[in-house]
């Protein structure tokens, strides 16, 4: 049984889907896991005190949240001296097109690299659209770029593109590396 921590920077709520997602996985496989909401400033007591971390955030607009920074930046050194693992959560991660791939791998990378950071796996993860937060402009653009890449969004107002039975693969083998 391993102490997992899992800290997460999410701005419309699907980033932390996913990283409570990822807990109840690991949870299943008898490891302890706490989580840290980032962006809602929860305590980081303790966050050096464990066997693995797995740090999650979504993508806007190219860039991550202050926070996953910040929190490298104070965790850094624990961090690197474990197993770890990197979730970016973005709707580009849903796409076949290469150079979109390419662009996303590039914005992580650079993220990792800025922060001093290579963790065991890098797991891109397709984020969510929810229209109820977004503007008019923004859900007319967000909609458009999804039917280019032949994905309809849904007509409850939330799509979601997070393939789940691939997450429950990564947390398997982030397991076994335990």
């Known amino acids: 049984m391993a102490r997992v921590l899992i800290a ?6 699907h980033t932390e889907l996913i990283a409570h997602h990822v807990a109840r996985k690991l ?4 490891h302890m896991v706490r989580l ?4 809602a400033g929860e305590g980081e007591a303790g966050a050096d005190e464990y066997d693995a971390a797995i740090i999650a955030g979504s993508i806007h607009r190219g860039n991550f949240a202050g926070e ?6 104070r965790h850094g050194p624990a961090v690197r001296s474990h197993a770890s693992a990197f979730l970016p959560v973005s709707l580009t991660a849903a796409s076949h097109d290469p150079h979109e791939v390419a662009a996303l791998n590039e914005i992580a990378q650079r993220f990792l690299f800025e922060a001093g950071w290579q963790p065991d796996f890098v797991e891109h993860v397709a984020g ?5 937060q977004l503007n008019l402009i923004e859900r007319t653009v967000l909609h458009s770029i999804m039917r280019q890449h032949d994905e309809e969004p849904d007509q409850s ?16 083998e982030f397991a076994a590396k335990l």
């Open 8 to 13: 997460f920077a999410s701005r419309e709520g």
């Open 157 to 172: 107002g939330t799509t979601v593109l997070t393939d789940w039975a691939r997450l429950d693969e990564f947390v398997g």
């Open 36 to 39: 840290i909401n980032l962006t």
């Open 68 to 73: 996953l920074t910040s929190f490298l930046m």
């Open 128 to 132: 969510a659209v929810y229209d109820r």
């Open 27 to 30: 949870e299943d496989r008898r």
